[in-house]
């Protein structure tokens, strides 16, 4: 699909068909393509709770304002952002360190400098920890909800939820931030699709100071 028809079609859908699955391979198509998005150092602080199972969905939807679409679509991800994924020892960073050194964009000897760089960039502070983990997360969000379309799915970001609540039911370690929820499925036929929403002109979104 091109581009400009993947953005331009990408729609919050409302609602889903709870009749017609997501397979586990299109998911994960779709999940990989997300994955080429974008994060400083490659940190890549993202991970999903991957939520199928109708009992789930009915728990979960009740604290999220108890919309309807949490339990009719056949997939909910969980979009978790790692606030600690700037630690030495954290397996991401181990692995990415191992990799830049295997393709020779840093030498063995520039640990300490690497180390230092992801603490200035994301460990200085409870607030860049959070805002690092939370910025590179939404490309990787944004990124699902351009991938699915691209597949043929359509899906809906869900900001309203108990995030406590959402924790406690999955049993999230208390270094993610769960920023979103993300519905993912085909849209509902007999439904009527409103016309797009309104966005920002050239003019309104460039500004001067």
């Known amino acids: 699909m091109d581009f400009k028809d993947v953005i331009t079609g990408r729609r ?21 393509l997300a994955a080429l998005a974008p994060s400083s150092f490659n940190l890549q602080p993202w991970s999903l709770v991957v939520v199928k199972d109708a009992e789930r969905k009915k728990s979960l939807q009740k604290l999220a304002w108890d919309q309807p ?25 181990e692995h990415n360190f191992e990799e830049m050194v295997a393709y ?5 000897d520039q640990r300490q400098w690497f180390e230092e760089a992801c603490m200035s960039l994301y460990g200085e502070s409870i607030e860049k920890q959070q805002a690092f983990a939370v910025k590179n997360t939404a490309f990787f969000a944004m990124a699902l909800m351009l991938a699915a379309k691209h597949l043929g799915l359509d899906t809906h970001p869900m900001d309203g939820f108990d ?16 920023p979103l929820l993300l519905a993912v499925g085909y849209f509902k036929s007999d439904e009527k699709l409103l016309p797009p929403k309104w966005r ?8 001067e100071f």
């Open 69 to 93: 679409k949490v339990s009719e679509a056949p997939v909910i991800l969980v979009v978790l952002a790692d606030r600690s994924a700037w630690r030495p020892g954290h397996p991401v960073l």
């Open 163 to 178: 995030h406590q609540a959402v924790r406690k039911l999955f049993n999230v370690p208390d270094q993610y931030w769960i």
């Open 12 to 32: 919050s859908v409302n609602f889903f068909d709870p009749q017609k699955p997501v397979s586990d391979d299109l998911l994960k198509e779709m999940v990989e």
């Open 104 to 108: 020779g964009r840093l030498t063995a």
């Open 200 to 207: 920002k002109s050239f003019e309104q979104i460039v500004v």
